[in-house]
């Protein structure tokens, strides 16, 4: 029954996210033919692990079958026939079936990790498993102002650093690293963050030493894709902070929608949605352990400082270093609501039914 639950959620929070932005065919900076043909504009071009593999994957199709694959993708419109805004290169056929089945396949594999880590920690597995379902459903809220593919992998990569760091296991956050920042370059950040759940397992030296050997390993690898694409159109980073300025002070901006689910709902700093996110804050914060409230804080000051120097105004989705802290409060508050309401632990509760 869970499975199937979290399967359905996967396909409509997959379908939210998809049907507003596909793999952005339409853009010659950031869009999928371009990511493929590695001519994309910097930053976006750097983002290279998901357009690598399947061409990989591809290219190790043997001729005859791929003809076949490509015939019966062509004739059922699979994905075209479905979604409008899908417009699918035909000398990339199979390389757009195949990243539109990892990034589902992606996103349904980060909600189990996602639910491994909040049960854990709230020692409550339906408290962990509803937050996890919940992180799918606003997961289309985060990609109002842009949706890239690599922020599915984003997510499922950083759910799987912080179990990793959270039981000590170094070496497989060792392997992650290099794979992680050729997904995306803000994994190095993430990684910062991930010390206090170090110090729970290492001394304070070695907690330093592992910490600092995985941020160097991800920015070996970062400069060393930036050197493979240094020619290529675009700057590293644009100065936002002006824009931020005038958005605080333009009220309306409080109250913006857009379409989500087919449906009008608030957009980016959506007020009714800032108040919801500072209740749960304000309700959850006391049952963090000293370690997930320092990793909260570190994540704060550095994604505070990227987003208002140089993300767009409203763009929560550059906000990803504060996913994991966000969803721990909210399986918390989730985990207190059931608590209240049935005046036991919700795992007892789920025993008893």
Partial sequence: MVFFLILAITAASFCGFFVKWSFREDSSTFGFTAMIEETAGRPFVHRQLLPQTVKLVAAAIPE????????KLTKGRYIESRYAQAQIPPQYLIEYYLLFTFCFFGL?????????????????????????????????????????????????????????????????????????????????????????????????KKAISVTMGTVMLAGVTYLYIRSLYAGNPGDMADWRIYDHLKSALDFSSYFHTTSIYAFPLGQGLFLPHVICVIWIVKKAWRYLT?????????????????????????????????????????????REIIQKNYGQNSHEVSMIE
């Fill in 64 to 71: 005859q079958a791929k003809e076949k694959l490509e015939n």
């Fill in 290 to 334: 000293e370690a997930w409230r320092n990793h909260g804080k570190i994540a704060l000051v550095i994604n505070g400082i990227l987003y208002f120097m140089f993300v767009l105004p409203n763009e929560i989705r550059d906000l990803s270093l504060l996913y994991v802290s966000f969803m721990i409060l909210t399986a918390f508050f989730i």
């Fill in 108 to 204: 349904f594999a980060s909600l189990w990790v996602l639910r491994s880590l909040l049960s854990e920690i709230t020692r409550d597995k339906v408290a962990g498993t509803l937050g996890a379902m919940l992180f799918a459903l606003i997961f289309p809220f985060f990609e109002v102002l842009g949706g890239y593919y690599y922020d599915i992998f984003e997510i499922l990569f950083m759910f799987m650093a912080a179990r990793f760091a959270l039981h000590g296991n170094w070496l497989g956050l060792l392997v992650l690293t290099p794979i992680a920042e050729a997904n995306k370059e803000s994994f190095l950040f993430f990684l910062i963050t991930l010390y206090p759940l170090a110090r729970l397992n290492f001394s304070a």
